[in-house]
C-alpha cells in the first residue's frame, strides 16, 4: 500500500498523526462500519457511558463542539453559556460538515477543537473515565483517550452540557 502523502490524509489518519504530534497516549480501534456513537461503543465493546459523541454547532460563520457521553442528550442552552455562544447556536447540518470538515467522514468529527477549529466544551461526565472512546474521523475506527489529555490538547472548558 502506498503511504499517504499530506494533501491525501483523511480521518483516522489525520487524528492519529494529531495526538502523535500532541503526545497524547491512544488506541485506534478498528471495527465495523458505524452510524451513531452508540453503535460505535457497541462494535468497540464499550459501554456506551464510556464513549463519547462529537456535536458539531453552528453560531454564526463559526463552529463549536460539544463533546458527550454517548448516552447522553445535549442540552444547547448549557452549551451556549459553556461555549459563550449566540442565541443562534444550533446544530450543524451535514452539508456544512461535509463542505467545511472534507477530511472527516459526516458524522464522524473527532473531539478534537484545534483540529477543526472550534472552541470546545467537554462533559464532565466523561472525566469519571479513565479512558474513553472517541469518533476516530471516519465511520470504521475509533480512539480510546484519556479524558484528561482531551480536554487539555483541545484547550477544552469542562463543563455539564447534557439535559438533567
Do not use: N
Not at 20 to 32: I, K, L, P, S, T
Not at 36 to 44: G, I, L, R
Not at 47 to 60: C, E, N, S, Y
Not at 105 to 114: E, R
Amino acid at each position: 500500500m502506498a503511504s499517504t502523502s499530506e494533501s491525501e490524509a483523511h480521518g483516522i489518519d489525520l487524528v492519529h498523526r494529531y495526538l502523535e504530534e500532541q503526545r497524547v497516549a491512544h488506541e485506534v480501534v478498528d471495527h465495523e462500519e458505524t452510524s451513531s456513537a452508540a453503535q460505535e461503543a457497541k462494535a468497540a465493546g464499550v459501554p456506551p457511558d464510556h464513549a463519547a459523541k462529537t456535536m458539531v454547532l453552528r453560531d454564526g460563520e463559526g463552529y463549536r463542539l460539544a463533546v458527550i457521553p454517548a448516552s447522553c442528550r445535549l442540552d444547547l442552552q448549557k452549551a451556549r453559556e459553556v461555549l459563550d455562544a449566540s442565541t443562534h447556536l444550533r446544530l450543524a447540518s451535514e452539508p456544512e460538515m461535509e463542505a467545511d470538515f472534507a477530511s472527516f467522514d459526516v458524522g464522524a468529527l473527532p473531539p478534537l477543537g484545534p483540529m477543526l477549529p472550534a472552541p470546545e466544551a467537554l462533559d464532565t461526565r466523561l472525566m469519571d473515565h479513565k479512558r474513553i472512546l472517541c469518533s476516530g474521523g471516519d465511520h470504521r475506527h475509533s480512539v480510546l483517550v484519556d479524558p484528561r489529555d482531551l480536554a487539555r490538547v483541545g484547550e477544552a472548558t469542562v463543563a455539564d452540557v447534557c439535559e438533567d
